[in-house]
């Protein structure tokens, strides 16, 4: 009889994907209409079912793999390489209750914090996809570019992380199709850093996003057979628990099979 696995505390108070509905912060950061509100993201670019993120910021590199699978199971692998540390990792989040991980030595972020940095990597491209092009993947077939500028704060957030990106902004770009469902974008973003409070600084910033982004016409499951080989499990009792697949942990979670 395979052991029963209960959920973390932690990992179960964590949204799967949360677009970004609200911001805390002064009015001029608060997400809204124009001319005042903050730009907060939402629509068709962010119903994807994998997306694989390059981000440069400065010195920084980073690499993010999300796949956001049917039901509530979440994974994410990272890969960072900054002037301040570097390090890679994988996390699993399943059925939106229980953390496993593996590797992060290096890292900053431990357990269910190692979803935060590729989840806002994946936040900020959607929220500059449906800036650029609203309309959402469906319209794209072809090299088509991504350009906008604007004025009002741009805000991208998560259950653990939100960035703020002050004006006056620009986006520059391609998006092209990539094989079925999936396209492959590359942009640069020029901003000025904001803060929650609304102030900006002055010196302008740079960030470089580019990979693929998939969407399906229905998210696919993950499959039963995913390795969890070397995953530790974020539940009480939990260390030293050998669980050799995905398959194995849903039935010890007592997830039940897709009709």
């Known amino acids: 009889m395979p052991r029963r696995i209960a959920p973390s505390l932690a990992a179960s108070a964590l949204v799967l994907w949360l677009p970004a509905a609200s911001a805390i912060g002064a009015p001029s950061t608060d997400c809204g209409p124009p001319p005042d509100g903050a730009i907060c993201g939402d629509g068709p670019w962010f119903a994807f079912a994998s997306m694989t993120a390059y981000v440069v910021q400065g010195e920084a590199r980073s690499r ?64 500059l996809l449906q800036i650029t092009l609203p309309k959402g993947p469906g319209t794209i077939s072809k090299a088509t570019p991504i350009r906008a500028t604007g004025t009002r704060f741009i805000v991208a957030a998560t259950p653990t992380m939100s960035s703020y990106y002050g004006p006056p902004w620009k986006v520059e770009g391609t998006i092209a199709p990539a094989g079925r469902d999936t396209y492959a974008f590359e942009f640069v973003l020029t901003f000025r850093v904001a803060n929650p409070d609304g102030t900006v600084t002055t010196r302008e910033h740079v960030h470089r996003y580019s990979g693929r982004a998939s969407y399906p016409a229905k998210r696919p499951r993950i499959p039963d057979s995913t390795s969890l080989a070397g995953f530790a499990f974020d539940v009480p009792n939990g260390a030293g628990m050998q669980i050799g697949t995905l398959g194995e942990a849903r039935r010890a979670l007592g997830i039940a099979a897709p009709r």
Request: hydrophobic residues 40%.
């Open 64 to 127: 993010y793999e999300i796949v956001v699978g049917a039901g509530r199971d979440l994974k994410v692998s990272i890969n960072e390489n900054n002037p301040g540390y570097r390090g890679s990792a994988e996390a699993l989040l399943i059925d939106g209750a229980v953390m496993a991980t593996k590797g992060g030595e290096g890292l900053p972020n431990r357990g269910a914090d190692l979803l935060g940095d590729p989840l806002l990597a994946a936040q900020e491209v959607s929220t």
